[in-house]
């Protein structure tokens, strides 16, 4: 749920926050892989921001670490709309290893998902 202040601010600009239910519910992000092939049916394999949902609908992003975290590499769940929405309106978002970075951060979930 938004901070009561960035709600005011956010309906100012005609914004609906989302409802606790839906808050609490995974982002829709677009599905633009599919394991081993992608839209283009390349087989090519996955790069940052590759989505795919699995055999139980979780939506899974692919993470390629900017700065070479080989260890981090790989696919993490994509977060709650609600997550999504706090950090659309705040000065910092996460990382999908959960570090703090500024939104337009190339590692941020805002930028992965391709949403800023």
């Not at 092939?37 to 993470?63: A, E, H, M, Q």
């Not at 900017?66 to 309106?89: C, K, M, Q, R, T």
Request: aromatic share 12%.
């Amino acid at each position: 749920m938004l901070h009561p202040i960035t709600q005011e601010i956010a309906q100012s600009f005609g914004y609906t926050p989302f409802t606790p239910e839906e808050g609490a519910e995974q982002f829709q992000a677009e599905v633009n892989y599919s394991l081993g092939t992608t839209k283009g049916g390349d087989n090519s394999y996955p790069v940052s921001g590759s989505v795919y949902r699995n055999k139980k609908g979780i939506l899974r992003c692919y993470w390629i670490p900017v700065h070479g975290e080989e260890n981090l590499e790989g696919w993490y769940d994509i977060p709650s709309n609600e997550d999504i929405e706090a950090w659309s309106f705040d000065s910092i978002c996460f990382t999908p290893a959960d570090d703090e970075v500024e939104p337009d951060h190339p590692d941020s979930w805002l930028s992965l998902l391709g949403l800023i």
